[in-house]
């Protein structure tokens, strides 16, 4: 992608299988995140988000699940098809104008 | 409608060079915003404004100067260009934010990729 990162932790999966892509997020205030999709030479774009007050989400085809106990974030893409290969970024809403975005993973979808 | 855009897509400059990162966007958005997207970084925020004549800093202000005169255009002003300010910069704009919380929709330009030297 986009100077994004020649050390981004990568995940590489098979079409049709199932994804999972992790974050640990770090100030146990956030009350509010995000997750985008960047792919390679484009601005990242929102795939869905979740609040605080919730531990799952649902999109279509994606599912956000968030344990605030151990400050962890993930992202679930069922049936991965080529056209999800991008580097994930979640992002914590810290102050009410403030996000703060994780480093990315990278998502490799092979046939 | 044209969404986000920004100019240059690529920039060259030496140390000690100003510039300014254009950014125009044409859905009537109150929010915009400017981030640097550093390898290993994620994406960090520079400066953003919540309507026009109102800009504040975020995380990295330091080097940069915004101004926003009118709803459309938000550039990003590079006083004196330094090596540390080799990166990618995206502009994103969203509706106005309800709730006092940042907009879940920021749209996002292509990017603007400055080298300095």
């Known amino acids: 992608g986009e100077s994004v990162g020649l050390h981004l932790p990568t995940l590489s999966v098979q079409e049709g299988d199932n994804s999972i892509i992790n974050c640990a997020y770090s100030?146990?205030?956030?009350?509010?995140f995000i997750w985008y999709k960047q792919e390679s030479g484009k601005g990242p774009q929102f795939i869905i988000d979740?609040?605080?007050?919730?531990d799952k989400r649902q999109g279509q085809r994606v599912t956000v699940l968030l344990n605030k106990t151990v400050k962890h974030l993930s992202l679930q893409i069922a049936a991965t098809q080529p056209g999800d290969s991008a580097v994930y970024f979640c992002?914590?809403?810290?102050?009410?104008?403030?996000?703060?975005f994780g480093t990315g993973t990278r998502l490799q979808v092979f046939p | 409608n044209a969404g986000v855009t920004q100019t240059p897509k690529f920039q060259v400059l030496k140390t000690g060079q100003s510039m300014t990162l254009q950014c125009a966007q044409d859905?009537?958005?109150?929010?915009m915003s400017w981030y640097r997207q550093d390898p290993g970084m994620g994406l960090r925020l520079i400066h953003y404004s919540v309507g026009a004549g109102i800009t504040d800093q975020g995380e990295v202000p330091n080097g940069y100067n915004v101004s926003r005169s009118t709803t459309e255009d938000f550039p990003l002003r590079l006083l004196s260009a330094a090596p540390s300010q080799t990166s990618v910069y995206f502009c994103a704009s969203a509706p106005a934010r309800t709730s006092g919380r940042v907009p879940d929709t920021q749209y996002f330009g292509p990017g603007t990729r400055l080298t300095v030297l």
């Open positions: 992002a914590e809403q810290v102050r009410t104008d403030k996000l703060i």
């Open positions: 979740i609040r605080s007050n919730m």
């Open positions: 859905m009537n958005h109150e929010y």
């Open positions: 100030n146990s205030a956030s009350d509010y």
